[in-house]
């Protein structure tokens, strides 16, 4: 039975796309329904984003942010007013033409983002340099309408939150921009165990309306990046077209400087394919819904039964969530199915065991099986599942780092691109025709101009002439 | 200072509804946007409304219950499947007709509802009784185009959870669905200290498409009743419109049967305009997001603002919420202020209370002032949150029996109707023509039929035959 469910997935390499759709299906992650391009994220998806949810909006009440709630649409008009958001929202929106038995006067689009809502709303409460900042953040679902959909990456519905922030200076304003993105690469690193590069986007990959954005960017076990969370600082923009003043303290009208910044459901997309493998999904021990699996063996014995629920008594005492399953399947079909849903340790406790006083403990992420002491397994569970998050993390940046090449020239470039997937560090001019061509040439597109590594000078890898800035290129999501 | 913000506030017995949008514009639960009919929740309102979701969906978790999320669209054909269901929601959806540049083939409805999507699904992830039963809920948003709004009470956006559950048999599927009833009323009257009739709707009053609905009656402080929330039981109607069928353990197809449940936004409503007065808002202890807030008195005194933050690191590390407010407003004007939030318990700290070692405890239900030595503040402050949650429900409970008369004639029922506003308690035969004239005639609708009042037989208030139940008769919201 474990052999038959183990194949029903793709193997990784052999078909990534295939083996990724696979485990979101049999993982029962998500489903679909005739809703056209949306998804259903079924109780153990949604599991996986509640407790992403809890810890970022933890993190973000600490750094002071409050929750609010928007309508979920916008008039035409509104949209409207900042000329390079519209431009860039407005051809993959939703439009509600109709509502009851009217047709409507103004089409509503169906949020795609909502800084237009909060724009309105800052100029509106915000009176005097005593209202700043405003830190405000949205957990909603917005609307794209997508052509080509896949689970999690890219759907016409996603679930998110968006934070929108005010200030009197430019450079508060700055720091938010920054402070939200190492936030966000925190939690990627420390949570789901993701090592993301940190980064700007250069002005082609920027923002519609925004005056910088920052980004994190993974990458997959298949070489391709996938951008996983930006933070975007739009000056005073958006402040001018909505005229979004305040006094200050010499009583001086000035613009608001506003920030935004948002992660979707499809950083669960990066879990899967950062970690996944070719028995299913992987899950980091802090993001997981169940850390713990028991799986009691032997169907005529009923203290192991017993000894099973008493484990899972004291685990739960111990604040680590845990299920027995006590199906009437067999022991091979229910580990592979633990190991399907990616749950960090399994305990085998049969017969023998239970005589020996001792149980099994298996690792997910590397499968390895450990006997211990009945006593001592709560300890060891404990102790494994630090172990298990600390080991994903520094596999999945040994894996990053290896598939992160250097290159100076084109050729280099594209000898790279064609052999491997993988992030590839090259030296950049600055110039849009530069970036065009090497998209067009090598088929990669700038990921981002990372913050952590100094730029030392050198060529354009394009152009050749001096270059300005170091940046990460690669094949993305 | 004071007088002024009290003032600012339409006086409850004058206006009532006026009074109702003062207090939530004043202490910031919403403001207003150019998307007509929705509305903005401001961080405090928000605040609430976390507090309920994470009580609520506690008590779900502990019943079995796992959360899940479904498309926000549902095609129009899919929608069309149950005819009393569509013909209860078509008139009232908003229809989206254009997505990017295309126009949809198939309008698609912003959901006001969904039992539709999770009927499809159920049909198919559900295909044996080993599958049964699921017991799903959701948090979204939906949308019903209303024609006139009032925030919280009605707008044409509204938050709300959807439980969608379906069962083997119809015992079950009734079970849970009076389980649900009865864990918002406990619900209601625990944590948001409203007390409440729980009972059947009539024919008549019932959700589209259902076989029963239950639903918890409020009365709000002018008189009008608040349908607070329902849980309905579909039978298997549903069921046989969508094809939901499952092996039963003789090798059976069989039809499953089926609940929903549901509370929304507007529950906020009902908190204001039970507990609510002439100074504000006044949240009960369990679900204000501030327990205490402490107000330093006297600018040139550090040492009192040193003694409020010790106060405040205290009471925090006992989990209780608290603030210290120290702008430079004065204390008059931060008083009113606290009072406008509704905050259980204000503290007033000067530079003679401190020489004398005490602090003034002011509770918001009743604004009685207490002086305690500072050691037994935090002590106090705990017995004094318990006693407020616990009058507050009494003094809601007393004021709604008081409101609560009973008539046996129609010429009884429409001078109580015309004199004052409440629950009519009176008897009824069942037949539709009669609650019809009794709305006509006296201008109130039938609230329900209680569960815990034994009928004990009579005549039907308005025709004088034989009466088959008690109904709660009243205008509603």
């Known amino acids: 039975m474990q052999e038959k469910q183990v194949k029903e997935i793709t193997n990784r390499d052999v078909d990534f796309a295939q083996w990724y759709t696979d485990v979101c299906i049999k993982a029962e992650l998500i489903d679909y329904s005739s809703v056209k391009g949306c998804m259903i994220i079924r109780p153990y998806g949604y599991a996986i984003w509640e407790n992403i949810q809890k810890e970022l ?153 925004a005056e910088n954005t920052y980004t994190i960017e993974a990458l997959m076990h298949n070489g391709i990046a996938l951008q996983s969370a930006t933070s975007h600082y739009f000056g005073d923009n958006f402040a001018k077209a909505f005229h979004m003043t305040y006094l200050d303290k010499e009583n001086q009208l000035k613009y608001m400087f506003q920030t935004s910044w948002g992660i979707t459901t499809r950083i669960i997309g990066a879990v899967i394919m950062t970690h996944g493998d070719d028995h299913g999904l992987v899950l980091p021990p802090n993001v997981a819904p169940i850390k713990v699996s028991i799986i009691p063996i032997g169907k005529n014995h009923p ?57 099994v403990l298996v690792r997910r992420d590397t499968l390895e099986k450990t006997e211990v002491n009945l006593e001592e397994a709560a300890e060891e569970i404990i102790r494994l599942l630090v172990d298990i998050q600390d080991q994903m993390f520094l596999r999945a940046k040994m894996r990053r780092d290896d598939m992160t090449k250097t290159v100076t020239t084109m050729e280099e470039m594209k000898t790279l691109a064609e052999t491997e997937n993988g992030f590839i560090r090259a030296n950049w001019c600055g110039k849009r025709e530069c970036e065009d061509k090497i998209k067009e040439e090598v088929g990669v597109t700038s990921r981002c101009i990372p913050w952590e590594e100094e730029f030392t000078g050198g060529k354009c890898v394009c152009c050749q002439e001096e270059a300005t800035q170091l940046v990460y290129w690669g094949k993305q999501y």
């Open 57 to 209: 909006d933890k993190r973000f009440k600490e750094t002071g942010h409050q929750n609010v709630y928007m309508p979920m649409f916008i008039p035409e008009s509104l949209l409207n007013k900042e000329k390079d958001h519209v431009e860039g929202f407005a051809p993959e929106v939703a439009w509600v033409t109709q509502g009851g038995e009217e047709e409507l006067k103004e089409r509503l689009c169906v949020r795609p983002t909502s800084e237009t809502l909060f724009c309105e709303h800052y100029a509106n409460i915000v009176k005097s340099y005593r209202d700043l900042p405003k830190l405000y953040n949205q957990w909603c679902s917005v609307v794209r309408w997508e052509k080509t959909t896949r689970p999690f990456l890219r759907s016409r519905e996603f679930l998110w939150q968006e934070g929108h922030t005010v200030h009197a200076t430019a450079e508060e304003a700055k720091e938010e921009t920054k402070k939200m993105l190492n936030l966000y690469a925190d939690f990627c690193e420390e949570y789901l165990a993701i090592p993301v590069v940190r980064g700007e986007k250069t002005e082609k990959e920027k923002f519609a309306g």
């Open 303 to 359: 203290e192991v039964l017993e000894k099973s629920y008493e484990m899972a008594k004291e685990l739960k005492l111990l604040n680590i969530e845990c299920e027995v399953d006590d199906s009437d399947k067999t022991p091979g079909y229910r580990f592979a199915d633990c190991e399907m849903r990616g749950i960090p340790i399994r305990v085998e406790l049969g017969p023998r065991d239970l005589e020996n006083n001792t149980c």
